[in-house]
């Protein structure tokens, strides 16, 4: 089958029409084999536990670059329905709480890639820390607990499409075994300190960044309400995950500069 239509491009992948019924995400030729095969494990793992994921039919390579063919979900993501329906904010927060517990009530086996090492690499990578900076946050980051969670690792507006049949979460790249908290931290970092799409409308910049405090508000209240979650146990893995986060902002200078500057904020404040 040949290729059709670009349907979206991103930074890892571009993803294109595959008949009627599939789309066919083709990563950059830069991209880990091990990485899009972790992609498509993990994709599989979270629809055999009854998640509503699209179904991950097949890898294969194309002009030498690896894809993996996906069932196409048809629908709006939930930013894109904040952006049009500003209204709708409560809505989404509770879709977002909802579906992320539902995915943390689910568990993965063992042998599954953990969060820890992906936050543990991510700090390493971090170019902006020094090495005693590093050692601190690992340090702290030593003694958060486990956990066999499936954790999403992106979990955020543009990630949950709203189809006739219900919310369906896409992109599974960040996927891991993990403890729910720390996916829950990470959202509300993405929430709170997450760019938008390359070539966001205006109209959708303002909607969004005037909802971000109002939507994790909502989001934790909800989660909350759903499964056990202490602020406090939340907080503690913020600074481990803003660590993290660094390499993944080394092209957005503003976003980098805002994390770097709360992360020291955050160790100065740990040193009185």
């Not at 196409?72 to 709708?88: C, D, H, N, T």
């Not at 660590?243 to 992360?263: C, D």
């Amino acid at each position: 089958m040949e290729k059709g239509a670009l349907i979206g491009a991103g930074r890892t992948a571009d993803v294109y029409a595959w008949g009627d019924e599939h789309v066919l995400k083709l990563y950059q030729e830069w991209m880990p084999a091990v990485a899009i095969e972790r992609e498509f494990a993990i994709t599989r793992l979270a629809r055999a536990g009854g998640l509503p994921v699209p179904a991950a039919d097949e890898m294969l390579r194309i002009d030498g670059r690896l894809g993996i063919v996906f069932e196409r979900v048809y629908g709006m993501s939930l930013l894109k329905i904040l952006e049009a329906r500003p209204w709708e904010l409560i809505h989404v927060s509770r879709l977002l709480a909802e579906y992320q517990a539902r995915m943390h009530a689910c568990s993965l086996p063992p042998e599954t890639l953990g969060q820890r090492e992906q936050i543990e690499q991510g700090i390493a990578w971090a170019k902006d820390l020094s090495e005693a900076e590093k050692q601190k946050i690992l340090g702290l980051l030593a003694r958060l607990p486990d956990g066999d969670a499936i954790c999403h690792g992106d979990f955020h507006p543009d990630n949950i499409i709203m189809t006739e049949h219900g919310p369906v979460i896409i992109d599974w790249m960040t996927g891991r075994r993990g403890h729910p908290l720390a996916d829950v931290a990470r959202t509300v970092l993405l929430i709170q300190t997450g760019g938008l799409p390359p070539g966001a409308a205006a109209a959708m910049r303002l909607v969004i960044n005037a909802s971000r405090n109002w939507l994790v508000t909502l989001y934790l209240t909800r989660y909350r309400q759903i499964r056990s979650a202490s602020r406090a146990g939340i907080e503690a893995w913020i600074l481990p995950l803003l660590a993290a986060r660094l390499f993944e902002v080394e092209s957005y200078p503003m976003e980098k500069q805002l994390l770097l500057k709360r992360i020291r904020l955050t160790l100065a404040r740990m040193e009185q």
